[in-house]
């Protein structure tokens, strides 16, 4: 499985940004999706969780603010973000798990959010 992130960039305290993730294989043959971001200096967290159900997780440092969704038909995943903070700083990589449970890693895309 390949995934390619992409909608990094710099923007405005305030503002939004939405991250995309193509994965390579059908997304009807994933179990789950996840958005993780790794700020300098720290280790890498998660932000968002899809299940296959269609169940969300998020961690209050990004709950109401972050929404994570699929396109069934493109194979993409999103993570819409916004009211962006300069903590929200870092780079943001998605992860998938198939059915095997085998886990699947993007190369991550840079998000910079200025004061």
């Known amino acids: 499985v390949q995934l390619q992130a992409s909608g990094g960039g710099l923007v405005q305290a305030g503002g939004s940004l939405r991250l995309s993730c193509a994965v390579s294989?059908?997304?009807?043959?994933?179990?789950?999706y996840e958005w993780y971001r790794q700020a300098p200096g720290s280790q890498r967290e998660l932000v968002a969780r899809?299940?296959?159900?269609?169940?969300?997780n998020y961690p209050d440092s990004v709950k109401d603010r972050f929404t994570i969704s699929r396109d069934n038909a493109e194979n993409i995943v999103y993570l819409q973000m916004n009211s962006l903070k300069p903590e929200d700083t870092g780079v943001y990589y998605c992860?998938?798990?198939?059915?095997?449970?085998?886990?699947?890693w993007g190369k991550g895309t840079q998000v910079t959010v200025s004061s």
């Open positions: 899809l299940t296959s159900g269609g169940s969300t």
């Open positions: 294989r059908s997304i009807l043959q994933i179990n789950m």
């Open positions: 992860k998938v798990v198939d059915k095997r449970r085998l886990a699947y």
